[in-house]
């Protein structure tokens, strides 16, 4: 299961985590995921895709666009795919969009997007437990409490939990190599009250990998790479709808200007320093599923 830089074909001389192999391991873990759309109906691929063609000869007439950029694009979007940085490229500047169009509805907690460093199934660890770390995991000492309720404040016992985040060093175990598998990656289990208790340490803002064709475009462009600091979580309750979400730290210089859109005031913990670390209380509210 575990995808390393040499499985996928980025040439690294060591197993060493590295940032690079990180897109590319997405790109392959998108394509083994059952969740790759297919049977979208003719009439829905003829509007969106006439649409977006639309918008991309205003942009060129409006602006005069020159042989010289448009080979610049060709170039760079072959770059992208050489790169395996699809899932990258479309999670960072476009997802947050198809997020908010599909949560609209809802009277629950806020989500956000999921973004390309998912992997289902990770290590249950009941009510009350730690993520798998490493002996010497950096990071200070989390510990997070909280609820899941559904919308009309009843408990949901029994919800899970799924967890996972970067290092302090901004890596994702089965997307940089050198991790152990499940290295920050956990699925809790609420008790009868719809509570938990996780144990984990806190990330370090993020970069998202500079070396390939999103990094090209953000030097390009003169933007930066930095996402705030995060905590993503799937939260999940049968007659409910799934919650993805991550959560973000108070004075992370990023939360206004995170590369990926994704920070809402509503998913900032408000953390209090304890004797061994920091402790955070945050619950979630799932809508029920509608009827079709
Ligand atoms: C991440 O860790 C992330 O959460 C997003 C949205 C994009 C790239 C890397
Ligand atoms: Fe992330």
Redesign the pocket.
């Known amino acids: 299961m575990t995808q390393t830089a040499h499985d996928t074909g980025t040439d690294t001389s060591n197993d060493k985590a590295t940032a690079a192999a990180?897109g590319m391991s997405a790109t392959e873990r998108f394509k083994t995921d059952k969740r790759a759309g297919s049977g979208v109906p003719k009439e829905r691929v003829d509007l969106l895709a006439r649409e977006v063609l639309d918008g991309i000869h205003a942009t060129i007439r409006r602006h005069k666009v020159t042989y010289d950029e448009y080979n610049a694009l060709k170039a760079w979007l072959i770059k992208v795919g050489d790169d395996g940085e699809w899932p990258?490229f479309l999670?960072?500047w476009v997802?947050h969009v198809i997020e908010e169009v599909a949560t609209e509805h809802r009277e629950g907690s806020k989500g956000t997007?999921?973004?390309?460093?998912y992997v289902p199934d990770a290590p249950e660890q009941g009510a009350n437990g730690s993520v798998p770390m490493r002996p010497d995991e950096g990071g200070v000492q989390l510990t997070w409490t909280g609820q899941v309720t559904s919308t009309d404040g009843s408990p949901l016992g029994g919800a899970k939990v799924e967890l996972w985040h970067?290092d302090n060093d901004?890596f994702?175990s089965q997307f940089a190599p050198g991790l152990p598998e499940w290295n920050l990656r956990a699925t809790f289990t609420t008790d009868d009250q719809g509570r938990f208790e996780i144990h984990t340490v806190r990330p370090a803002p993020?970069q998202?990998?500079t070396e390939g064709a999103c990094g090209r475009l953000i030097d390009a462009a003169g933007w930066h790479a930095w996402?705030p600091a995060?905590l993503?979580v799937k939260v999940s309750a049968p007659g409910h709808e799934l919650l993805t979400a991550?959560l973000y730290f108070p004075g992370d210089e990023h939360n206004d200007d995170d590369?990926?859109s994704?920070v809402k005031p509503e998913l900032l913990l408000a953390p209090q320093p304890t004797e061994s670390g920091e402790s955070v209380s945050y619950g979630f509210v799932l809508d029920p599923s509608q009827e079709r």
Not at 113 to 117: F, T, W
């Open positions: 990180s990258l999670d960072v997802e997007i999921e973004g390309p460093y970067a901004g994702y993020y998202i990998p996402r995060h993503h991550q590369i990926a994704a």
